[in-house]
């Protein structure tokens, strides 16, 4: 694949209409490749002044992180410069456009909307190229539909949309487009934009076609991908007036405009001219009612009445749905005067933990309702098929944001069935406290989470940001009982989630970034100290040791948590540069070097990201431990490719020495020799001067070698064959 830009030489044409800068499918999709490898790599890092006011100057950027802002930054704004194209046509005569927009940069001609698609920029990228890969399949779209995207229409070194909004290019385009596709990304950020706002309101006054979609799919589609819970409750609470603007002159305009009054109407003007806009108006209402109508009518609950404790499932939809409620509620009481002693109102949403939460907002309700949360919010029995195991004391926030990764890794669908104990649990049901239905026992002692155990497939273990919570001997037992019964088993945090057992949907074992400290506590676990009441301890110990492997079985458990942690921590390990802790890891007698289950998210080893961050002693270190140099991770790229990427050449060299394969190509028929050549990221300064040395010298002898070995081997088999 050639680069996502036109060859230097090439000639860029100025678009003056900016409603025909459009991106195709095509572009989309090579841009997103192209920033995949880059990531993947270690190649993007933070950079901007504002990173220095966020605290993440100089992170990396992960293919799961990465957003409109810091394409627009790290890339769009690096690239055109670096490639430093011919441009014709005319400046703008207010601002001197020195580039110019990443459409007008990758297009060979005008490309006119025929979609205009709204979003926030602070949502992922993927999210949003998900987004479009449904929207493909939905609306059955080939990959030459052009698509109108903010980012890449207007020219981020400047652009001139005029004094009227009927000028901007967003008004334009709506009019222009077949129609308006809203992003509602996880946290609804969409819908804090007012040029969204804007954009909804021109959409529905215009009675063009509005699709609503989130990264689960369309919403109100019948498919039921993606259900429309949580996105009722995020417009439940949205009010215009309260959204944000990169200028709030441009807010003001806006909201004077959808008040059906003169946009400039009370608006003040500064000494250099500029419009200063003060004070709100009221929110013209059709934009909700619109968005009600897409999704489609809600019924009302009536609630149900489901007797067993194991089928009152929650659907990942109802889950999304309770925690939108659970923070409206939160900030609700806790921002007025009034409020509950027992939960101090100055810890915010993001710091309340599942006790908390359960406290205040869903106790209330099924005290009220003499029945359990589940039963309050459904129509009728829900078989789970997924469990979840959470401690009282997991962050609400945490939880979710842990749930959202799994799930998103599984590609479940908002109508998946999970069961969460404390929205499971009936009002007569307590902290520590067990239900009055009957349950399994183990020798004994009452086990409640067998049956839901036993009724589901699959068991995902959240753990906290900071550390698991694997001190308990009943949350040992579940992971053993779900264990010896069959069950996949999950863990996740906040930012990323694990597959312990059975890899995930796209057949990784790790989706997002999971946490490396959780996998270094885990690497200290002792099943064999864990606690519980002298009685259920004793039980649960018989329970464990019933398999027939006496005390050894603990040190089973615990290698078994050990291994499931150790991929973050190797990964991490080799990035760093961490020799010891490269071999520490490895000392678990149960793990296999080459394993899939140490890969990391893009299927790559920890040989991979070492060659990339030049790490040579973890390197070392690896390779001593027979890690495989020619691994090949999903787009069929080893570690040599990525020493190629980044320009690491003492890395390329290592390779080399220990049998890389110079002529692997990738999947998209590059060998590391072209990828150096091709230098992907010349643009952030990676130099490919010193990689066209040595290393290519030893390539050359490698192969040379390489082809004499295998015609004397060729020769032996021929001796050997005309022998007998």
Not at 497 to 512: E, I, K, N, T
């Amino acid at each position: 694949m050639s680069l996502p830009w036109p060859d230097p030489s090439a000639v860029v044409t100025r678009i003056a209409n900016l409603t025909e800068r459009a991106v195709t499918v095509k572009q989309l999709r090579q841009l997103a490749l192209f920033l995949q490898r880059l990531c993947k790599a270690l190649l993007l890092k933070h950079s901007t002044e504002h990173s220095k006011d966020n605290g993440c100057y100089d992170e990396y950027i992960t293919w799961f992180d990465i957003n409109m802002y810091d394409i627009t930054s790290e890339v769009i704004k690096k690239v055109i410069p670096y490639v430093n194209p011919k441009i014709q046509g005319a400046r703008h005569s207010k601002i001197a456009q020195d580039w110019c927009s990443w459409s007008e940069f990758v297009a060979q001609r005008p490309q006119p909307a025929r979609l205009m698609i709204s979003h926030w920029w602070g949502g992922r990228f993927r999210d949003f190229m998900r987004v479009i890969q449904e929207l493909c399949v939905d609306e059955a779209l080939p990959g030459s539909t052009p698509l109108w995207v903010c980012t890449f229409a207007n020219n981020q070194w400047g652009e001139d949309f005029g004094d009227r909004l009927a000028n901007c290019p967003f008004y334009r385009t709506v009019a222009a487009a077949d129609m308006t596709v809203l992003i509602v990304d996880r946290s609804a950020g969409s819908l804090g934009r007012v040029w969204c706002g804007l954009e909804l309101y021109l959409t529905i006054q215009s009675q063009k076609r509005l699709l609503i979609y989130t990264p689960s799919g369309l919403v109100g589609h019948s498919s039921g991908r993606a259900s429309s819970g949580p996105l009722i409750e995020a417009i439940k609470a949205w009010d215009i007036r309260q959204t944000n603007a990169s200028e709030d002159a441009y807010r003001r305009q806006i909201l004077n405009y959808i008040a059906d009054v003169d946009e400039f109407q009370g608006l003040q003007v500064a000494t250099d001219g500029r419009l200063v806009r003060d004070h709100g108006e009221d929110l013209n209402m059709m934009v909700r009612v619109e968005v009600y109508a897409t999704v489609g009518r809600s019924h009302i609950l009536r609630g149900c009445r489901v007797p067993r404790k194991e089928h009152r499932g929650v659907k990942l939809g109802q889950w999304r749905a309770f925690t939108r409620q659970a923070e409206a509620s939160w900030y609700q009481r806790f921002g007025s005067e009034t409020h509950q002693a027992d939960v101090a109102p100055s810890v915010s949403f993001g710091d309340a933990d599942v006790r908390m939460i359960y406290s205040s907002f869903v106790q209330p309700r099924i005290s009220a309702a003499k029945r359990s949360y589940m039963e309050v919010v459904s129509d009728g029995p829900q078989l789970p098929k997924y469990y979840v195991s959470l401690s009282w004391g997991t962050r609400i926030a945490d939880a979710a944001a842990a749930i959202d990764w799994w799930a998103e890794a599984l590609h479940l669908p908002d109508s998946a069935v999970l069961f969460v104990d404390f929205l499971s649990a009936g009002p007569e049901k307590s902290e520590g406290a067990c239900d009055t239905e009957p349950t399994e026992h183990i020798k004994g002692v009452a086990f409640p989470a067998a049956d839901e155990l036993l009724e589901c497939q699959a068991m995902l273990g959240v753990l906290d940001h900071d550390a698991p919570e694997m001190t308990s001997a009943w949350r040992f037992l579940e992971f053993e009982f779900a264990s010896r019964n069959g069950l996949d088993i999950y863990l996740a945090c906040a930012t990323g989630a694990l597959a312990c057992s059975c890899p995930f949907a796209d057949g990784s074992w790790v989706f997002g970034r999971f946490d490396a400290d959780i996998g270094r506590s885990m690497q200290h676990v002792s099943s064999r100290n864990c606690r519980a009441e002298a009685r259920e301890l004793r039980a649960i110990k018989d329970y464990f040791e019933s398999r027939g492997h006496g005390q050894a079985i603990y040190d089973q458990i615990d290698r078994r948590f050990q291994r499931w942690g150790a991929g973050p921590v190797l990964r991490e390990a080799a990035e760093c540069d961490d020799e010891e802790e490269v071999k520490a890891i490895c000392m678990n007698p149960s793990l296999v070097i080459n394993g899939c289950s140490l890969q990391g998210a893009h299927s790559e080893t920890a040989l991979h990201i070492a060659a990339a961050a030049g790490s040579m002693e973890a390197m070392r270190a690896l390779l001593r431990l027979h890690a495989d140099p020619n691994a090949q991770d999903q787009l069929g790229e080893t570690p040599l490719h990525y020493a190629a990427l980044a320009g690491q050449s003492a890395a390329a060299a290592l390779l080399l020495e220990a049998k890389a394969n110079i002529l692997c190509e990738n999947s998209l028929a590059q060998d590391p020799l072209f990828v150096a050549q091709q230098n992907p990221a010349g643009f952030l300064g990676i130099s490919m001067s010193s990689f066209a040395g040595f290393p290519l010298q030893l390539a050359a002898k490698h192969i040379s070698a390489h082809i004499s070995f295998m015609f004397l081997l060729y020769a032996s088999d021929s001796r050997l064959a005309s022998q007998s």
